[in-house]
């Protein structure tokens, strides 16, 4: 079992910038792919980036490349996102996802395993 808590949400203007930081419970951090998805009101859940356990291999949608840039501290069982240049499109609650099958960077929030309880960002215009 992994527990995963986010925090490091806010408030920020459009074209500031956020740091989400997800620290996850267990020794075998480094096996999981780990994801952060977000949630729009009414909309589904969406991927926003992945990053493989030994944190070589990453992968973002399209919207966010670029601006966002995902990484993580396998000594300190955390896995962070920098958002800059925030839109107010990307206000959401956002999600860390831990993934036990460290083989590709799925998009698919069905492959992942652990969520945490998620943190809000709003951009304000």
């Known amino acids: 079992q992994v527990k995963l808590v986010e925090s490091g949400g806010g408030l920020v203007q459009a074209g500031g910038s956020l740091r989400l930081s997800c620290a996850a419970s267990g020794r075998t951090f480094s096996r999981y792919a780990m994801a952060w998805f977000r949630q729009a009101p009414g909309k589904e859940r969406e991927f926003v980036a992945a990053?493989?356990?030994?944190?070589?291999?990453?992968d973002y949608t399209d919207s966010v490349k670029g601006r966002f840039t995902i990484s993580r501290d396998n000594a300190k069982n955390t896995v962070y996102l920098q958002m800059n240049s925030l839109k107010p499109e990307d206000t959401a609650v956002y999600y860390c996802a831990a993934d036990r099958v460290d083989y590709d960077l799925a998009r698919d929030r069905r492959d992942y395993d652990y969520w945490g309880q998620g943190t809000q960002v709003t951009v304000s215009s």
């Open positions: 990053i493989r356990g030994s944190g070589w291999n990453t």
